[in-house]
């Protein structure tokens, strides 16, 4: 079965929708849930052996290049099940499974365009493939089960060669990103050595979907409130810089890319080291790069010399009089070019691997980073995600202020290699009522800029929206124009 073979979920169906070809069905299995796919057509015995005819024909023709559209394989594979005198019975289901074959991604096709999943999870032959779902959690099992390890490196090898990395004995371990036809991006970690794995290959794909998730969506699953994301708008505006922390795939990227949603009047400029921050086709004045960095197999290469890292990227963006400065995510000694630029003037926001407050001061003053002390006063605003079983939720929103600079009673404080802060806790999580709640009366900053009654209109104009299910990312950028159209009139 093109080296697969689907074993049933059990229990009831509780959802069905479309993805790319087939039929997906949510099953409420045991405690929990179970993802399964329902091709268009029932995979036969000879159904099989005309599909390997067909694509062995097509191979052997060189008929089938990668820029190929949907529309020419389709004659092709036309033109192949005639010369194979495949019975009429069997075109239909031939036809079918050759199109994820030899031009998609066999039987991950549906999976990888199915743009409610945040991870594909492939652990190696037969195990069943897991999904994290946005709507029915996290480790879902799927019916599909990978059966043979030749035909998934297949398949992967096939998308490291669109993106030319090498993927094999050599270079066993390799990630990688393409973009789908819809326009969704997926990052690709691979491991198919039994050098290094017991049962390979071990491949995680990351989904993001071709829109941006807009504040009004994180409103609706209540990852944050209306009020915080409006306080989080406001201080952006205003040149406040924002630093989102959490652990891997807690949302901090997601929430960062929300909040620049709110901004359509501002000239962004974004560094990333993967294009993972999306505007829409209407956000024109904005700059948005990515790394191009040097691999072990790129030396030697042509243009291997002129690999270009995050750090060289923050100072362009430097240079391109921007706004608000972005980095997708910090790792390093980038950081010390966003600091500089918010340090005169600019706006900044990122995100960074931290679990709390704490560490995420420690570990930017660290050796590894080398922050001073001082520079820390840059980030005025800390955002804390968390991943809980029942979503993504805004953990904690904190206000960092420098004692020295600002001298103040703060209610919180913490020394970081002798300087001495205060943390204004403005926003945190309440459990019982799974609500990110906010007093803006604590807020040091905004008590600087004046904008408590503004803030509580923006949480008005956000709730409202989330209410009527204005949650694309284009409707949000016109409604925010319109809002502040309306701020201008006299």
């Known amino acids: 079965m093109l080296g697969f073979r689907i074993e049933p979920c059990r229990g009831s169906a509780v959802e069905e929708y479309a993805s790319e070809g087939a039929r997906v069905r949510i099953y409420r299995e045991g405690g929990g849930y179970c993802y399964a796919v329902e091709y268009a057509f029932p995979y036969l015995e000879a159904v099989g052996e005309y599909v390997y005819k067909v694509v062995e024909y097509l191979t052997a023709h060189q008929l089938v290049r990668p820029s190929i559209t949907r529309d020419e394989l389709g004659k092709l594979v036309d033109m192949a099940v005639r010369e194979l005198g495949v019975p009429r019975q069997l075109r239909a289901a031939v036809r079918y499974f ?3 074959e030899a031009a998609e991604y066999s039987y991950l096709t549906p999976l990888l365009y199915d743009t409610r999943l945040e991870n594909v999870n492939i652990n190696g032959v037969d195990v069943p493939i897991y999904v994290d779902h946005r709507d029915y959690g996290y480790n879902l099992r799927t019916n599909i089960v990978p059966a043979s390890r030749e035909a998934l490196v297949k398949i992967v ?3 490291y060669a669109e993106t030319g990395r090498p993927l094999n004995e050599q270079y066993p371990i390799q990630d990688t990103y393409v973009r789908l036809r819809n326009g969704a991006l997926l990052r690709f970690a691979a491991v198919i050595s039994q050098r290094v794995a017991r049962n390979p290959p071990y491949v995680s794909v990351r ?8 504040p009004t969506e994180l409103v609706r699953r209540r990852t944050v409130s209306p ?11 205003h040149y406040k ?20 949603l709110l901004l359509p009047h501002k000239r962004l ?8 921050i999306r505007m829409p086709p209407s956000y024109q004045n904005a700059v948005m790069l990515f790394t191009s960095p040097m691999y072990d197999y790129m030396r030697g290469l042509p243009g291997s010399e002129s690999a270009i890292y995050l750090i060289d990227l923050v100072k362009y963006i430097l240079r391109a009089r921007p706004d608000i400065v972005v980095i997708g995510e910090s790792r390093g000694r980038e950081v010390h070019e966003l600091i500089q630029g918010i340090l005169v003037g600019h706006g900044g926001a990122t995100t960074f691997h931290a679990e709390d407050v704490v560490e995420a001061l420690v570990r930017l003053t660290g050796e590894a980073i080398g922050v001073s002390p001082d520079q820390l006063s840059a980030f005025h605003v800390i955002v804390t995600m968390k991943k809980l ?14 004692l020295r600079a600002h001298p103040l009673s703060a209610p919180a404080k913490i020394t970081v290699r002798g300087e001495e802060f205060g943390l204004v806790t403005v926003g945190w999580y309440n459990q019982q009522t799974d609500a990110v ?12 800029l004046g904008g408590h009654d503004e803030v509580l209109r923006r949480a008005e104009l956000l709730a409202a929206l989330a209410d009527r299910g204005i949650v694309g990312a284009e409707e949000v950028g016109a409604a925010v124009r319109r809002y502040y159209d309306q701020l201008r009139k006299p």
């Not at 989904?207 to 807009?214: D, F, G, M, R």
């Not at 989102?244 to 795939?249: D, K, L």
């Open 98 to 100: 050759v199109q994820l």
């Open 437 to 448: 709640e906010v007093d803006l009366r604590r807020s040091f900053w905004l008590q600087r």
């Open 269 to 276: 400029a974004v560094a990333e080291e993967t294009p993972e």
């Open 157 to 159: 090898g096939r998308v």
């Open 207 to 214: 989904i993001q979907p071709p829109s941006p998730i807009s």
């Open 241 to 260: 810089s924002v630093m989102i922390i959490g652990g891997t795939a807690s949302g901090k990227t997601t929430l960062l890319n929300s909040l620049l």
């Open 227 to 237: 009020l915080a994301a409006a306080y989080l708008w406001y201080l952006l505006e």
């Open 389 to 402: 079983e029942r979503g993504r939720r805004v953990a904690s929103i904190t206000e960092l202020v420098w």
